[in-house]
Nanobody, 122 residues
Framework: EVQLVESGGGLVQAGGSLRLSCAAS????????IGWFRQSPGKEREGVSC????????YYLDSVKGRFTISSDNAKNTAYLQMNSLKAEDTAVYYCAAGSSCDLPPSYFPSWGQGTQVTVSS
């Protein structure tokens, strides 16, 4: 059974940092991509970042480029999202998901974590 568990969310002031973790079980990162998505009230879920271990590529939403860094530790089967210089507009529930390609929209990712709240106060 595929399971994803996010952690690391919280309340932080604007300009601060958080590191989200996504612990996976039931599969290995070698044959999946891991995406980070976020959703705030009244908005659609959007892709924030995605990493593919098969070709080493990483993708970012334009608004987080230069501030967020995605990484993974295959030995721990855990992915991370380091978020620096946080802004109020980054406030959302953040989810990690496993899928087959970073090019696909959220609906094509079959496995999701429960989400972790990130709140950035201005």
């Amino acid at each position: 059974e595929v399971q994803l568990v996010e952690s690391g969310g919280g309340l932080v002031q604007a300009g601060g940092s958080l590191r989200l973790s996504c612990a996976a079980s039931g599969f290995t990162f070698d044959d999946r991509v891991i995406g980070w998505f976020r959703q705030s009230p009244g908005k659609e879920r959007e892709g924030v970042s995605c990493i593919s271990r098969s070709d080493g590529s990483a993708y970012y939403l334009d608004s987080v480029k230069g501030r967020f860094t995605i990484s993974s530790d295959n030995a721990k089967n855990t992915a991370y999202l380091q978020m620096n210089s946080l802004k109020a507009e980054d406030t959302a529930v953040y989810y990690c998901a496993a899928g087959s390609s970073c090019d696909l929209p959220p609906s094509y990712f079959p496995s999701w974590g429960q989400g972790t709240q990130v709140t950035v106060s201005s």
